[in-house]
């Protein structure tokens, strides 16, 4: 036998690698009927959510049979705005699911209150400013956060829960009685 040239050596690791992940895409789609099937994935997630500062109110199913309803993601983001200014902005995706599984732990069916979500960059910034507890580049401008709390559920029960999603970020505000989660890196306070 002959020596490989390196030339010749990456194009048969590239080769190689071509192959074993065509093998691995075949192995999914063959997977993916029986994955289709998991109550997760044809169930129905729904949300209850009450916003203190409104008063307004959405109970909604935002996802379905493999899909985002987005009306409902709508009259989330609604419900979710920045009550100071009235903005409306995109609530991330992930951080509902966070939501609809920590109230299938906790108490299914049962209703969000939240004390925030989406918050504007100008609002964000006032609230900074007035205390150190208020991140200058919070999720809540992105959709990716919020701030909430559950009737009949102890605090913390609800930070307990939140953190057992390993979802990101989970804060525990005795004081101010609400549990903050986020869909940014995994994190406790």
């Known amino acids: ?7 010749h050596a990456r194009l048969h690791l590239s080769r190689r690698t071509f192959l074993g992940a065509g093998a691995a895409g075949l192995g999914l789609l063959i997977m ?6 998991l109550p997760t994935e ?3 997630r729904k949300l209850a959510l009450q916003n203190l500062h409104t008063g307004e109110r959405c109970a909604t199913e935002y996802w379905c049979d493999g899909s985002y309803h987005p009306d409902a993601l709508a009259q989330i983001a609604k419900v979710l705005r920045d009550h100071r200014t009235n903005d409306v902005h995109a609530i991330d995706p992930k951080l509902l699911d966070a939501l609809h599984r920590l109230n299938a732990k906790l108490d299914p069916g049962k209703s969000f209150q939240v004390i925030s979500g989406y918050r504007s960059p ?3 910034a006032k609230l900074a400013a007035a205390s150190n507890g208020v991140a200058r580049k919070s999720l809540h401008m992105q959709g990716m956060a919020i701030d909430i709390r559950m009737p009949g559920v102890e605090l913390i ?4 829960g939140a953190k057992s999603l390993g979802a990101g970020g989970v804060g525990y505000y005795a004081a101010s009685n609400f549990v903050h989660m986020d869909v940014g890196r995994v994190r406790y306070w």
């Not at 036998?1 to 030339?7: D, I, K, L, N, W």
């Not at 993916?32 to 099937?37: D, K, L, T, Y």
């Not at 029960?157 to 307990?160: D, E, M, P, T, V």
């Open 122 to 124: 100008a609002s964000n």
């Open 42 to 44: 044809t169930g129905a």
């Open 32 to 37: 993916r009927p029986a994955h289709a099937a």
């Open 1 to 7: 036998m002959g020596t490989v040239s390196p030339q």
């Open 157 to 160: 029960n609800l930070h307990k």
